[in-house]
Every structure is written in C-alpha cells, then in structure tokens.
T-cell receptor, first 114, second 113 residues
Framework: EAGVAQSPRYKIIEKRQSVAFWCNPI?????LYWYQQILGQGPKLLIQ????????DSQLPKDRFSAERLKGVDSTLKIQPAKLEDSAVYLC????????????FGPGTRLTVL | KQEVTQIPAALSVPEGENLVLNCSFT??????LQWFRQDPGKGLTSLLL?????REQTSGRLNASLDKSSGRSTLYIAASQPGDSATYLC????????????FGQGTTLQVKP
C-alpha cells in the first residue's frame, strides 16, 4: 500500500513570495490533515478535511494561508504572502475516517523563508 | 485546553543503556496516546498507540505505559542502539475523537556507540 505522498520535499523562497504544497493521501482515506512543525516544536494542526469539507481550521492563519481538497482526494496548501516565521516543515497526514484509530504521515515539505 | 509536555528535551546515552522518555498531558479525557519517531528530514513513524482503556503496549524493545488519572505516559527503550537515535514525539487524541492530535515538543535522543 502506497503511503502519503507530498511534494516538493524542500522549498526556499523569499518573504512576501507565495508557495504551494501538494499532498496525496492513502487511497480510500476520507480524512486529511495538514500540520505545521516549527524547528524544535511538535507538529500543530493547521486544517483538517473530511472528504472535501473542512472540519477544523481554527489554527490556520487565514489572512495568508489557504487550503483546498478538490474531489476529496488530493490537497493543496498555499501561503501568500510568506513571512519569515512560516519557515517550518509542513506535514500531511491521512486516516480512514475522522474517528479512525491511527493517522499516517507523509515525509513533509521543508519550507525556508529568507 | 490540552497541553502536552515532554521531558527531557534532549538525551544522550551510551549504547546498551535502558532509558525512559516522559510525556505529560493536562486533560485526562483522552481517546488515545501515541508515540512517534521522527528521523532528521523525515516524516513521523508510529511506534506505539495506547487506547485510553489500556495501561501499556509493547513492541520489541519498546514499552509504553499510560496513567490517564495522573496525565502521564512513559516510553521505555531497552538495550538502546545507535539506530535508536531520533526525535521521539508523543501525541494525544482527545475524547471528542475529532481526529486532531496534540503533540509534545519531542525528546531528541542520541545513542553513542
């Protein structure tokens, strides 16, 4: 079974530029999560999708971050414009359903904002 | 609001030593607790998951315990090896079971040959 795929793996941009990350969850998984992990900290949930609907985006900085999950499969997370403090690893995870026992994580995208 | 804390932040031990990593959480109303391993530049690998009704889980040289009433979990690693060097994260899923995981900040372990 293929795991959660993410791209790109690394991205370096200058502040005020925009950037987008892509995630392909495990086939058949209805729930998709985006986490932000700042260096030295644990991951923090940014947004959670159930199929193509948003379940929780309470910690998403909506003035600059946006995310979508068209057709309930792949998802894209965008930052526009980026700030220095957005430098982090962005992890995508998926689970069979919202109350599923376990989440499976992708390798992450490391973003550096200069 | 649930908060998860891990102590120590970093740990360096000689190969072969048994060690304990600690995790504490402020709200005992959890659905489950999970321990993950994260290697540099990589994603998270699930090590052990303990349901709220369980007291411990074992996998090979790893043993995780859960004391919900005191808000604590420990990860015990027996006979540590250099390959165990990584960051270990604990995460709780709250009892509302929305799926959201709340993570501690991690313990970075170095096992020296």
């Amino acid at each position: 079974e293929a795991g959660v795929a993410q791209s790109p793996r690394y991205k370096i941009i200058e502040k005020r530029q925009s950037v987008a990350f892509w995630c392909n969850p495990i086939s058949g998984h209805a729930t998709l999560y985006w986490y932000q992990q700042i260096l030295g900290q644990g991951p923090k949930l940014l947004i959670q999708f159930q199929n193509n609907g948003v379940v929780d985006d309470s910690q998403l900085p909506k003035d600059r971050f946006s995310a979508e999950r068209l057709k309930g499969v792949d998802s894209t997370l965008k930052i526009q414009p980026a700030k220095l403090e957005d430098s982090a690893v962005y992890l995508c995870a998926s689970s069979l359903e919202r109350g599923a026992r376990e989440q499976f994580f992708g390798p992450g995208t490391r973003l550096t904002v200069l | 609001k649930q908060e998860v804390t891990q102590i120590p932040a970093a740990l360096s031990v000689p190969e072969g030593e048994n060690l304990v990593l600690n995790c504490s959480f402020t709200d005992s109303a959890i659905y489950n607790l999970q321990w993950f391993r994260q290697d540099p530049g990589k994603g998270l690998t699930s090590l052990l998951l303990i349901q709220s009704s369980q007291r411990e889980q074992t996998s090979g040289r790893l043993n995780a315990s859960l004391d919900k009433s005191s808000g604590r979990s420990t990860l015990y690693i027996a006979a540590s090896q250099p390959g165990d060097s990584a960051t270990y994260l604990c995460a709780v899923k709250d009892s509302s079971n929305t799926g959201k995981l709340i993570f501690g900040q991690g313990t970075t372990l170095q096992v020296k040959p």
